[in-house]
């Protein structure tokens, strides 16, 4: 289910959202093929040069470089799920997953290094601001200033668990969770402002996907 949440007023926009999803979608869209693998796709992250990451299960990760025509396996020893993927720059790639795993790529996702992780709880997503990388794990964010070489941990509530994320700058982020919550902070993490967003009476929401329309507007998908 998709939901549009417009600051301090984010449930009579459902309606439009989803009659605007369903006229836009059906012509856009075309088939393509992610050979060599057959695993499960968890997560893709483009650019516009025309390469595109996709992260899978088992920890398969594929690249395409001529905007999804041809797919190659890149070379990686992760067997853990892949659940996040995004581009730094035009050359840097982070991969996160299951029992905290992180991998780094210097070359546009072709190679991948196994970086030191800050937990060994599973990472459900990853976001990149202007000059940060913000990733998701439980109840805390871990952010990094140095291309995600370190991170810095910032608590959540304690009360709930990340299931998605996304940073609109350096300092704001949201964070999509269970119990029906959505987090939002405008300092960096370090302090948190609760939404509570009941789409169904009496029903506990996951939302496992949030993205930004602009600064004033977000999306955010789940299930129940």
């Not at 939901?3 to 856009?28: E, V």
């Not at 290094?113 to 871990?142: D, H």
Request: proline share 3%.
């Amino acid at each position: 289910m998709l939901h549009r949440k417009r600051r301090f007023s984010p449930l009579f926009l459902l309606p439009l959202i989803l009659g605007t999803c369903t006229a836009t979608l059906h012509a856009q869209w075309k088939w393509a093929n992610n050979f060599p693998t057959g695993n499960d796709l968890y997560a893709v992250a483009y650019r516009a040069t025309g390469t595109a990451v996709a992260v899978c299960e088992l920890g398969v990760i594929v690249v395409t470089t001529d905007d999804g025509t041809t797919w190659s396996a890149a070379e990686t020893e992760a067997r853990s799920n892949l659940n996040g993927v995004a581009f730094v720059n035009d050359s840097i790639v982070i991969a996160v997953g299951d029992s905290g795993t992180i991998a780094r790529s210097s070359d546009a996702g072709s190679h991948w290094k196994w970086t030191t992780t800050p937990t060994l709880t599973s990472i459900v997503g990853i976001s990149v601001s202007r000059s940060r990388i913000w990733i998701a794990a439980g109840n805390t964010l871990f952010v990094s200033d140095d291309t995600g070489i370190n991170w810095a941990p910032r608590a959540l509530d304690s009360d709930v668990y990340s299931f998605s994320i996304d940073a609109i700058s350096d300092s704001t982020v949201w964070i999509g969770c269970d119990s029906n919550v959505v987090l939002h902070s405008f300092d960096g993490g370090r302090t948190w402002n609760r939404d509570s967003i009941f789409v169904r009476p009496n029903r506990s929401m996951q939302y496992s996907r949030i993205t930004h329309a602009d600064t004033n507007h977000m999306w955010i998908g789940g299930y129940d």
